[in-house]
């Protein structure tokens, strides 16, 4: 015997998608302005904002793609439907940051250290730094709302909140390289930027690969879990507890309840308090649980393999 509860959860808001092309638009502008001023300043700062920007359009266009994708319904093939892809997507930004990072750091250190090419034309370096960061600012403003909808969005909007930092060196290096004729003002900004990206990044690595792994969910005890649903009416054991995170506000929980030999066969009520302690008890609402009911005695093959 066993019945599940189930909630999608907001995972598909339109909305999310028509945010997303308006500040895919306005990045992919800022690009190939500073992809020109690197050109012709030499700016490692500009060079690695105009990177950041590359992969912040990759992030934005995929995360489009995802929003659009993740409003479709479950199918035979994808019960869970699109929901993973946010995931995914965010995985995929996040090492694309660290990539970019780890260039600019090796990049930079070779330019303080003399080996490498040095920026000029410090002015029109300010102008593209502020052009970006204008730009920037407009892209937190649209998705500011929707950046804890899901892994996706916050994403997209994190890409965008380092491009505003980033752009924020860019316009100090070139205002000190104005006033000091310094030029490696530059390459310590472009270093700044890297050191802003790659922690984040991680994080955001870190956090895709618990989900991806199918890791319990953070802030949800599973052993506080099994002792309350051990504690319901007429249940006599818990084993082979599991909980995961489909996507973002999609817990998931399932488990093997042993019940006194007597209520075996009235398990309905049994059922509404185990979902209603997963649901209402924890910090981590669980919308969807799923419970095997059994007799005392009864022993099934497979139980314990993956857990206890």
């Not at 997507?89 to 330019?111: K, N, P």
């Not at 956090?207 to 504690?231: I, K, Q, W």
Request: glycine share 8%; proline share 3%.
């Amino acid at each position: 015997m066993s019945e599940h509860t189930h909630s999608t959860g907001n995972i598909g808001d339109p909305g999310h998608a028509r945010r997303l092309i308006i500040a895919l638009c306005l990045s992919a502008t800022i690009l190939v302005a500073e992809i020109a001023g690197a050109a012709v300043t030499g700016s490692l700062a500009l060079m690695v904002d105009a990177g950041h920007m590359l992969t912040d359009i990759s992030v934005l266009a995929a995360s489009t793609v995802t929003a659009v994708l993740m409003r479709r319904k479950p199918s035979a093939s994808r019960t869970w439907g699109w929901a993973r892809l946010e995931v995914v997507t965010a995985a995929g930004g996040a090492l694309a940051l660290l990539a970019v990072g780890l260039f600019a750091l090796i990049e930079a250190v070779q330019r303080l250290l003399g080996g490498g090419e040095q920026m000029e034309a410090p002015r029109l370096l300010l102008f593209f730094g502020v052009l970006g960061l204008l730009a920037n600012i407009a892209s937190m403003i649209i998705l500011m709302g929707d950046r804890q909808s899901n892994m996706n969005m916050k994403a997209a909007f994190l890409e965008v909140v380092n491009d505003a930092l980033g752009s924020v060196a860019v316009v100090v290096s070139a205002v000190l390289v104005m006033t000091t004729g310094w030029s490696n003002f530059d390459s310590i900004a472009g270093t700044v930027i890297a050191l802003m990206m790659i922690p984040r990044a991680g994080k955001l690595l870190h956090s895709s690969m618990r989900v991806l792994l199918e890791e319990t969910p953070e802030g949800l005890d599973l052993d506080a879990v099994r002792t309350h649903l051990r504690n319901v009416p007429h249940v006599v054991d818990v084993h082979d507890l599991h909980a995961i995170t489909v996507a973002t506000g999609l817990p998931t929980l399932s488990a093997h309840v042993v019940v006194d030999a007597e209520n075996v066969d009235d398990y309905a009520d049994v059922l509404t308090s185990l979902q209603q302690c997963v649901r209402d008890h924890f910090p981590v609402s669980v919308e969807h649980s799923t419970f095997q009911i059994e007799p005392e005695g009864y022993v099934n093959i497979r139980d314990g393999v993956f857990h206890e």
